[in-house]
């Protein structure tokens, strides 16, 4: 069973920057694929990046393709996801999640752990 916990989350003005991390255990981390999703209030949760475990391929939603940088720490069990020039439209719970598929998945039912969530408010 693996575990996810992010953090990182909190208030920035737009524009400004934050670095999301999730930290997972419980797994052997180098053999998962993991995705960054987000979810605003009346909104479904949103694909935002993934990182594959087969090759390390990076694909991002359009919404943040040159704003937002996913990596991963395999020695740390880490995946990060750097936001910067952030909008008031990117503000949301974001999600970490983990599956051994290893195709590049922008679908949450493809993912099988997820964290908690963290909070991202961006004020205009």
């Known amino acids: 069973q693996v575990q996810l916990v992010e953090s990182g989350g909190g208030l920035v003005q737009a524009g400004g920057s934050l670095r999301l991390s999730c930290a997972a255990s419980?797994?052997?981390?180098?053999?998962?694929?993991m995705g960054w999703f987000r979810q605003a209030p009346g909104k479904e949760r949103e694909f935002v990046s993934t990182s594959t475990w087969i090759d390390g391929s990076t694909y991002y939603a359009d919404s943040v393709k040159g704003r937002f940088t996913i990596s991963r720490d395999n020695a740390k069990n880490t995946v990060y996801l750097q936001m910067n020039s952030l909008k008031p439209e990117d503000a949301a719970v974001y999600f970490c999640?983990?599956?051994?598929?290893?195709?590049?998945?922008?679908?949450?039912?493809?993912?099988?752990?997820w964290g908690q969530g963290t909070q991202v408010t961006v004020s205009s």
């Open positions: 999640a983990a599956t051994r598929r290893s195709a590049p998945l922008m679908t949450p039912l493809r993912y099988d752990y």
């Open positions: 419980g797994g052997t981390f180098s053999y998962y694929t």
